[in-house]
């Protein structure tokens, strides 16, 4: 019977014939094994670009894996199938947690594993990225159907594969990841004029190691600092310390009349920080976004080498200010990526996300989406291609050259056919096009 899918944002809708939904490994082996046609793969259904949307009739749904198979003293075996979400709340009753998750609640771990994240994990871990980086093993389903096993230190060029692959090249059935002990610090926010930023390389330096957001329309940079880190104990109910989108600054943004946005924020956002230091744990950096449609959160991310950073970062921000299309009230969120093994990109480097939570602007953020791409393309950054829309081969190209090459050809070596992917991973790969 057909059914209809969608990503969290809502902006990539289909109709399938049918959506196969797998409850063990050996389902999960029959179902991908056996199948003639293309499937498109679903985790969280967290990303915002159309890979979401399938190339052929049929959709893989990963949510019924979702068990937590074995907790050691520092690991955890789970279903690729489970939410960030839920693992983080069960490790948190342990007084453990993830060494670093993206900072998105809602994807699944296979997800996580298959697609470049970010989070803001440092300096509660430092040297954590997200979910990839604290894989021990990996149980996958291949293409045709077999169950392979990979193991961080044995198989790391095939690892390196598979976090770039966007499961084209087999889906997460369960995985072993490393757990550590919970971690808090002490937070407090400053604010000062981005124009002062830009130009002060000690700023760059500091904010690459705290939470920084730049508000470009607004002139204003905020820098969550993080000082005084130690172990926590789970004190407090799990879902007390869970923040969701549609943060105070958010409601105002909404709020507000286009005309006065701008002025009134600026006034009144650097009088609403925490002047005065909070311990936070590092588990409130994620964020649990309801699926009503009531969040809408739309960023573009791209990343950087790390010693790009304070050359970019002017151009970027000078860009954002400058365009007619982006929105008063958006920001730029930073995120220092740590070095990983990883087939594209696996060195030190800073993913930089415009971001904008108004629906209603929605028209004019995909006309800024499209020119602030070509500029990123022509400063030679990387798209994640589950959060970066309008990505072609020919861009994929201009930025990695002969990686991309190489990278496409590893996909296609294990998967000829394409049995696992989507539309906008066929227009990655230089196979059709795609609409959305």
């Not at 199938?81 to 490790?91: E, I």
């Not at 598979?162 to 919970?182: F, H, N, Q």
Request: aromatic share 8%.
């Amino acid at each position: 019977m057909p059914e209809q899918i969608q990503n969290w944002l809502g902006n990539v809708v289909s109709t399938v014939d049918a959506v196969l939904r797998p409850r063990t490994i050996s389902d999960l082996q029959e179902m991908i094994g056996g199948a003639s046609d293309r499937l498109l793969v679903m985790g969280g259904r967290m990303s915002k670009t159309a890979l979401m949307a399938p190339a052929g009739r049929r959709a893989l749904d990963m949510s019924a894996m979702n068990a937590i198979v074995e907790t050691a003293a520092d690991s955890v075996v789970v279903g690729g199938g489970l939410t960030v979400l839920a693992l983080s709340r069960a490790l948190y009753a342990h007084g453990r947690q993830l060494p670093g998750f993206t900072i998105t609640a809602n994807p699944s771990v296979g997800g996580c594993i298959t697609a470049p994240t970010k989070g803001s994990n440092h300096p509660f871990n430092p040297g954590a990225n997200g979910v990839s980086s604290a894989v021990i093993s990996v149980k996958i389903v291949r293409p045709s159907g077999e169950l392979v096993e990979l193991h961080a230190g044995r198989d790391d060029d095939a690892l390196a594969l598979l976090r770039d692959s966007y499961s084209g090249i087999g889906v997460v059935a369960e995985a072993r990841l490393k757990t550590v002990p919970l971690a808090s610090a002490d937070v407090h926010e400053e604010a000062r004029p981005l124009d002062r930023f830009l130009d002060d390389a000690a700023d760059h330096a500091r904010a690459l190691e705290q939470r920084t957001l730049l508000f470009p329309k607004l002139n204003l940079v905020i820098m969550r600092v993080h000082e005084n880190r130690r172990p926590a104990d789970p004190s407090v109910p799990f879902d007390m310390l869970l923040e969701g989108p549609n943060t105070s600054y958010v409601r105002l943004a909404r709020a507000l009349p286009r005309v006065s946005r701008a002025a009134v924020l600026g006034t009144v956002v650097p009088l609403g920080i925490i002047k005065k230091p909070r311990r936070r744990l590092h588990i409130q950096n994620l964020t649990d976004y309801p699926r009503d449609g009531s969040a809408y959160l739309d960023f573009i991310t791209w990343s950087l080498p790390f010693g790009r950073f304070a050359d970019a970062v002017p151009r970027i921000s000078n860009f954002c200010r400058s365009h007619r299309n982006y929105p008063a009230s958006s920001l730029i969120e930073i995120f220092r990526v740590f070095p990983e093994r990883r087939f594209l990109d696996a060195d030190e480097r800073v993913a930089i996300d415009p971001v904008s939570f108004d629906r209603r602007e929605a028209p004019q953020w995909e006309s800024f989406y499209r020119d602030y791409n070509r500029m990123m393309v022509e400063l030679g950054a990387s798209p994640f291609l589950n959060q970066t829309r309008h990505i072609t081969a020919a861009d994929m190209r201009q930025v990695y050259g002969a990686r991309y090459d190489a990278w496409r050809d590893a996909i296609l070596q294990v998967d000829p056919t394409r049995k696992l992917g989507s539309t906008y991973l066929d227009r990655a790969l230089g196979f059709g096009d795609c609409g959305h």
